[in-house]
Nanobody, 128 residues
Framework: QVQLVESGGGLVQAGGSLRLSCAAS????????VAWFRQAPGKEREFVAT????????KYADSVKGRFTISRDNAKATVNLQMNSLKPEDTAVYYC?????????????????????WGQGTQVTVSS
């Protein structure tokens, strides 16, 4: 399993922006599909955004569509999540997850059960 480390979380006022990064331990990270999930206190972990491993197909949760952008820099073995127009309801621990890509280059994954590698999480707090 690839090791993942998230960074970039913090405290921001509503309407502000943060950029989360997920760094991988392997150069072969380019062959992994990657997703961001989040978990607020007392709630289940929920899907935020995902990016496929080769065609760079993306998918977003309806709650973040138009505000968040997922991207990857394969040269640096990182996947980023740019979060704009943040709202208090975006407050959560954000997790990066990775799954080795398969032969279907158009596959995208948005369920926690799809992913075998997880980071430790980074806290995002949005104040009103």
């Amino acid at each position: 399993q690839v090791q993942l480390v998230e960074s970039g979380g913090g405290l921001v006022q509503a309407g502000g922006s943060l950029r989360l990064s997920c760094a991988a331990s392997e150069r072969t990270f380019r062959t992994y599909a990657v997703a961001w999930f989040r978990q607020a206190p007392g709630k289940e972990r929920e899907f935020v955004a995902t990016i496929s491993w080769i065609e760079l197909i993306t998918k977003y949760a309806d709650s973040v569509k138009g505000r968040f952008t997922i991207s990857r820099d394969n040269a640096k073995a990182t996947v980023n999540l740019q979060m704009n127009s943040l709202k208090p309801e975006d407050t959560a621990v954000y997790y990066c997850a990775a799954k080795r890509g398969d032969a279907n280059i158009y596959s995208i994954y948005d369920s926690p059960a799809d992913f075998g590698s997880w980071g430790q999480g980074t806290q995002v707090t949005v104040s009103s």
